[in-house]
């Protein structure tokens, strides 16, 4: 099982968004299952070409605040672990996820996910769970007059309809996860104004 680090000491982990600076929303969807809908604060000075190329550059190696770490890590420095990719970023990847919400082992997320859509306008990563329950996160960036607005979907659907009730039965027992989840997805994108638009604008120094 993999270990959590200490969290990267850069200044900008104090400045962490809270909850409040984004809309959350919860719905059963027809057939069964669960939709969860946080859309973000604006991010001021980010613009998607930024965030496209970061997608690309996730894991290369980086030096901020004179921290030597991969670059992952700066998007949560202290709930990210690891990041890999089993070939070229692009649609058709597959991720490999290490992360624990609030830096909390009982929150440990270690999964290999499915990227099918990858383009300027955001990602999706999907996985399954137990055969039956597909989980899927969509993460949508739209353009805002002085920066980017993004929307993070998350649904856990039922393979068969008459899974739903298990679904949302089990996403329930799980909700100290999810609400942990939450926090954790608000602070990740709201490091985000933090240390892209400089580490995008001192692209040429990295090495992918």
Same mark, same amino acid.
């Given at each position: 099982?993999?270990?959590?680090?200490?969290?990267?000491?850069?200044?900008?982990?104090?400045?962490?968004?809270?909850?409040?600076?984004?809309?959350?929303?919860?719905?059963?969807l027809?057939g069964?299952?669960?939709e969860?809908?946080?859309?973000?604060?604006?991010?001021?000075?980010?613009? &998607?070409e930024?965030?496209?190329?970061?997608?690309?550059?996730?894991?290369?190696?980086?030096t901020?605040?004179?921290? &030597?770490?991969?670059?992952?890590?700066?998007?949560?420095?202290?709930?990210?672990?690891?990041?890999?990719?089993?070939?070229?970023?692009?649609?058709?990847c597959r991720?490999?996820?290490?992360?624990?919400?609030?830096?909390?082992?009982?929150?440990?997320?270690?999964?290999?996910?499915?990227v099918?859509?990858?383009?300027?306008?955001?990602?999706?990563?999907?996985?399954?769970?137990?055969?039956?329950?597909?989980?899927?996160?969509?993460?949508?960036?739209?353009?805002?007059?002085?920066?980017?607005?993004?929307t993070?979907?998350?649904?856990?659907?039922?393979?068969?309809?008459?899974?739903?009730?298990?679904?949302?039965?089990?996403?329930?027992?799980?909700?100290?996860?999810?609400?942990?989840?939450?926090?954790?997805?608000?602070?990740?994108?709201?490091?985000?104004?933090?240390?892209?638009?400089?580490?995008?604008?001192? &692209?040429?120094?990295?090495?992918?």
């Amino acid at each position: 099982m993999p270990s959590i680090p200490k969290p990267i000491p850069v200044s900008y982990l104090a400045r962490a968004r809270a909850l409040s600076t984004a809309e959350i929303t919860v719905r059963d969807l027809d057939g069964g299952g669960i939709e969860q809908r946080i859309v973000h604060g604006p991010l001021v000075g980010v613009t &998607r070409e930024m965030l496209f190329w970061w997608m690309h550059h996730i894991g290369d190696e980086v030096t901020w605040e004179g921290h &030597r770490v991969m670059a992952y890590r700066l998007w949560h420095p202290r709930d990210h672990i690891d990041w890999s990719c089993d070939g070229p970023v692009r649609a058709g990847c597959r991720f490999h996820i290490v992360e624990a919400f609030g830096a909390q082992r009982r929150f440990l997320v270690d999964n290999v996910f499915h990227v099918p859509r990858l383009d300027p306008s955001g990602f999706r990563i999907e996985t399954r769970f137990f055969g039956a329950a597909r989980a899927s996160i969509d993460e949508g960036w739209d353009d805002l007059p002085d920066g980017v607005r993004w929307t993070n979907t998350m649904r856990l659907e039922p393979v068969r309809a008459l899974l739903g009730p298990l679904v949302r039965l089990g996403a329930r027992l799980k909700r100290d996860m999810l609400a942990a989840w939450q926090a954790h997805n608000v602070e990740e994108v709201g490091f985000v104004p933090e240390f892209l638009p400089q580490l995008y604008a001192s &692209r040429t120094d990295l090495r992918g």
